[in-house]
Nanobody, 119 residues
Framework: QVQLQESGPGLVKPSQTLSLTCTVSGCSITTMYYYWSWIRQPPGKGLEWRGAIRYDGGTYYSPSLKSHTSISRHTSKNPFSLQLSSVTPEGPAVHYC???????????WGQGTQVPVSS
């Protein structure tokens, strides 16, 4: 059973870099054909796919979020990370990590972490 758990800071300032971590258990992030994604959900809005890192390290990003998004991984520890260069363009949101074989469907989801943006 693949399990994912997001973690990150409780609060960020608009100019700060937001770093989130998704810890994975039950599966190695290098397992063939698995894609590990980050998805955001602003308050009162739907889910928006941000990007993914593939089992071999290849990365893919949504064109609308690519300019300030970076997804990386640490294979020795099995988490993968998300870094946002600035949260100002986006505002507050719940961030989810999710996974599946390929881009979709995403069969496994974390519970999400909500990161408020201070004024």
């Amino acid at each position: 059973q693949v399990q994912l758990q997001e973690s990150g800071p409780g609060l960020v300032k608009p100019s700060q870099t937001l770093s989130l971590t998704c810890t994975v258990s039950g599966c190695s992030i290098t397992t063939m054909y698995y894609y590990w994604s980050w998805i955001r959900q602003p308050p009162g809005k739907g889910l928006e796919w941000r990007g993914a890192i593939r089992y071999d390290g290849g990365t893919y990003y949504s064109p609308s979020l690519k300019s300030h998004t970076s997804i990386s991984r640490h294979t020795s520890k099995n988490p993968f990370s998300l870094q946002l260069s600035s949260v100002t363009p986006e505002g507050p949101a719940v961030h989810y990590c999710a996974s599946g074989t390929g881009f979709a469907p995403l069969a496994y989801w974390g519970q999400g972490t909500q990161v408020p943006v201070s004024s």
